[in-house]
């Protein structure tokens, strides 16, 4: 059985860019969560996706934004890049309560 | 929104020593986790905790709801426990956890 996916691993843009991540839920999973971690802290809350719509979001502003597929696979998009963007991007997924995260997408804005 | 407080935020020990975690949490939980993340980052699930006690192993935790805590016990540290655990938790039922800001565990062989 997989767990959750994510591509790319590592990324690198440049200020006022967009990026598009992607993740891919463990099998039988229905909701998907996105995280930011920066470095040192622990990761916080950015949105949850539930049938392919925005269930809920943390205090992020609108340049992040995302989309869930049929497939229950999701993306993250961000756009017009800052240099604070930089962080680990964690997704997770849930059936019930208990949520598992996958490996995570390193970004380094420059 | 729900604090989540965690000590100590580092611990060196010894291999094979004991050492027990812990989490304040600042409201009443539905869900709460602990977590191993590794140096490249993954978190890894060691207990779904929201009340009670559960073993894993070396490990054990206990979440006493009721007081709005929870322990995680490490039992004989090997130097492969090292790296950083959190506790989230989720509040309202909503499955967005709050993550404190971890305790750095560092097993020296």
């Known amino acids: 059985d997989a767990g959750v996916t994510q591509s790319p691993t590592h990324l690198i843009k440049t200020r006022g860019q967009q990026v598009t991540l992607r993740c891919s839920p463990k099998?039988?999973?229905?909701?998907v969560s996105w995280y930011q971690q920066a470095l040192g802290q622990g990761p916080q809350f950015i949105f949850q996706?539930?049938?392919?719509?925005?269930?809920q979001r943390g205090n992020f502003p609108d340049r992040f934004s995302g989309h869930q597929f049929p497939n229950y696979s999701s993306e993250l998009n961000v756009n017009a890049l800052l240099l604070g963007d930089s962080a680990l991007y964690l997704c997770?997924?849930?059936?019930?309560?208990?949520?598992?995260f996958g490996p995570g997408t390193r970004l380094t804005v420059l | 929104g729900i604090q989540v407080e965690q000590s100590p935020p580092d611990l060196i020990l010894q291999e094979g020593a004991n050492s027990t975690l812990r989490c304040n949490f600042s409201?009443?939980?539905?869900?709460l986790q602990w977590f191993h993340q590794n140096p490249w980052g993954q978190l890894i699930n060691l207990f779904y905790i929201p009340s009670g006690t559960k073993q894993n192993g070396r490990l054990s935790a206990t979440t006493v709801a009721t007081e709005r805590y929870s322990l995680l016990y490490i039992s004989s540290s090997q130097t492969t426990d090292s790296g950083v655990y959190f506790c989230?938790?989720?509040?309202?039922?909503?499955?967005?956890?709050?993550f404190g800001s971890g305790t750095r565990l560092q097993v020296q062989p």
């Open positions: 099998s039988g999973h229905d909701t």
């Open positions: 997770a997924s849930s059936l019930v309560e208990e949520q598992f």
């Open positions: 996706y539930y049938e392919e719509e925005e269930r």
């Open positions: 409201d009443s939980v539905n869900n």
């Open positions: 989230a938790v989720d509040s309202r039922g909503r499955r967005a956890l709050t």
